[in-house]
């Protein structure tokens, strides 16, 4: 290590709040008792019992730093750990708000999967499209913010959770906005020729929605390791990206 690093590392450490308060105190403490000895006139004894005690003094100054430092080192610790068990709190209830709307996205593309699309399916519209995507409003930002805080691991897991939550409101937006810009004609043909893809998104959401579950299990009895394959379900999820591929205009207004 180079001497303008050690230089800058010393510098770092007395520029923290708490090394410097004790120093300042240590400081002004010497100064009063070197002018104490300067304005008295005493016999050698007694010079060198105030020896004794300038010595004694400045251990407990010492002592004093070394605990205002130790202090705020500890009350950082405690902090960050109170920050940790609060966003665990949170990554509980996100997962559970996920598991208690899960349903009407497997509703949404079971329905798409299934049905063929005429005058009577369309009635249908308004509930379909009525809140149809996952609320992510617990991880933003409250949870984001604070992952920092937790272990490298879980921090990974909340991560995926949310990645994949996320590529599912994408998938169900996009369907959306294909059922809400065409007719009845133009959406039968479109739903038969993603007929496939649909059904594959529809198995993705089931598994998705067991693997919620063991999340929000394994959050609840605090476990350091999850024991979710995240790799593999976000291969699985590759289905989902294939249903917002650019499609074509002709597959969906009525032209084609």
Same mark, same amino acid.
């Given at each position: 290590?180079?001497?303008?690093?050690?230089?800058?590392?010393?510098h770092?450490? *007395?520029?923290?709040?708490?090394?410097?308060?004790?120093l300042?105190?240590?400081?002004?403490?010497l *100064?009063?008792?070197?002018?104490?000895?300067?304005?008295?006139?005493?016999?050698?004894?007694?010079?060198?019992?105030?020896?004794?005690?300038?010595v004694?003094?400045?251990?407990?100054?010492?002592?004093?730093?070394?605990?205002?430092?130790?202090?705020?080192?500890?009350?950082?610790?405690?902090?960050g750990?109170?920050?940790?068990?609060?966003?665990?709190?949170?990554?509980?209830a996100?997962?559970?708000?996920i598991?208690?709307?899960?349903?009407?996205?497997?509703?949404?593309?079971?329905f798409?999967?299934?049905?063929?699309?005429?005058?009577?399916?369309?009635?249908?519209?308004?509930?379909?499209?009525?809140?149809?995507?996952?609320?992510?409003? *617990?991880?933003?930002?409250?949870?984001?913010?604070?992952?920092?805080?937790?272990?490298?691991?879980l921090?990974?897991d909340?991560?995926?959770?949310?990645?994949?939550?996320?590529?599912?409101?994408?998938?169900?937006?996009?369907?959306?906005? *294909?059922?809400? +810009?065409?007719?009845?004609?133009?959406?039968?043909?479109?739903?038969?020729l993603?007929?496939?893809?649909?059904?594959?998104?529809?198995?993705?959401?089931?598994?998705?929605?067991?693997? +919620?579950?063991?999340?929000?299990?394994?959050?609840?009895?605090?476990?350091?390791?999850?024991?979710?394959?995240?790799? +593999?379900?976000?291969?699985?999820?590759?289905?989902?990206?294939?249903?917002?591929?650019?499609?074509?205009?002709?597959?969906?207004?009525?032209?084609?």
């Amino acid at each position: 290590m180079s001497k303008r690093t050690k230089r800058e590392r010393l510098h770092a450490i *007395i520029e923290t709040p708490y090394v410097r308060l004790g120093l300042v105190i240590t400081v002004l403490l010497l *100064i009063g008792l070197a002018i104490i000895l300067l304005a008295t006139t005493s016999t050698a004894t007694d010079n060198a019992q105030l020896v004794v005690n300038l010595v004694t003094v400045a251990i407990v100054v010492a002592s004093s730093s070394v605990t205002v430092v130790l202090g705020g080192y500890v009350q950082g610790w405690v902090k960050g750990r109170n920050k940790a068990k609060l966003t665990k709190s949170l990554m509980v209830a996100y997962a559970t708000r996920i598991l208690e709307e899960l349903p009407k996205v497997l509703s949404f593309f079971e329905f798409l999967s299934y049905t063929s699309w005429d005058e009577d399916s369309m009635r249908m519209m308004p509930l379909l499209t009525k809140n149809r995507t996952l609320d992510t409003s *617990i991880y933003d930002p409250r949870i984001r913010d604070n992952l920092l805080f937790l272990k490298e691991k879980l921090a990974n897991d909340v991560t995926y959770f949310d990645m994949l939550i996320r590529m599912i409101n994408d998938s169900v937006e996009y369907c959306l906005t *294909i059922i809400t +810009s065409s007719q009845p004609e133009a959406l039968s043909k479109w739903s038969q020729l993603r007929k496939e893809n649909l059904q594959n998104a529809l198995r993705f959401v089931q598994r998705f929605t067991l693997i +919620s579950d063991q999340f929000r299990t394994a959050l609840l009895k605090g476990k350091k390791d999850t024991g979710i394959d995240w790799s +593999s379900l976000l291969k699985q999820s590759q289905v989902i990206t294939t249903i917002t591929s650019i499609t074509p205009k002709s597959d969906f207004d009525g032209k084609g």
